[in-house]
């Protein structure tokens, strides 16, 4: 049970990625670290777009989906050794530690490419994934 409660205080409950606090937390590592360490970490910032229609459209059930598909690809999609973490609402906070900036942007743009070529579909509904 102890287990449990400690999973769910660092983890966003819809997501199972960490929450704001907890990604908050490995980042303050990080700025802690030797200085010569920091240039070989790169923070990113993701917002998908349009969230707002698919809740008003399908409702929070429909959000909520979009939301675990986004979480699920993420983690799927960027491995090298990511620190993922829902910051809330549609936003999704990735630290890649030890990449370079160019590795890190490349690894970026191929998971917007991949998810903005793939639809979202809610019921009889179809939409097109931004970031």
Not at 53 to 77: F, H, M, Q, W
Not at 93 to 122: M, V, W
Request: hydrophobic letters at 35%.
């Amino acid at each position: 049970m102890l287990f449990r409660s400690l999973h769910e205080s660092s983890h966003d409950h819809l997501t199972g990625l960490l929450n704001r606090s907890n990604f908050e937390d490995c980042l303050r590592v990080i700025l802690n670290n030797d200085e010569s360490q920091l240039a070989d970490n790169t923070l990113c910032y993701l917002k998908i777009g349009q969230f707002d229609v698919v809740n008003t459209t399908c409702g929070y059930e429909g959000g909520d989906k979009l939301l675990s598909e986004i979480a699920e690809n993420l983690s799927n999609g960027i491995k090298n050794d990511a620190v993922l973490a829902r910051l809330g609402g549609n936003k999704f906070g990735i630290l890649l530690k030890s990449c370079p900036l160019e590795e890190a942007r490349h690894i970026i743009l191929d998971f917007i490419n991949e998810s903005q070529n793939t639809r979202f579909c809610y019921g009889e509904r179809e939409f097109t994934i931004t970031f």
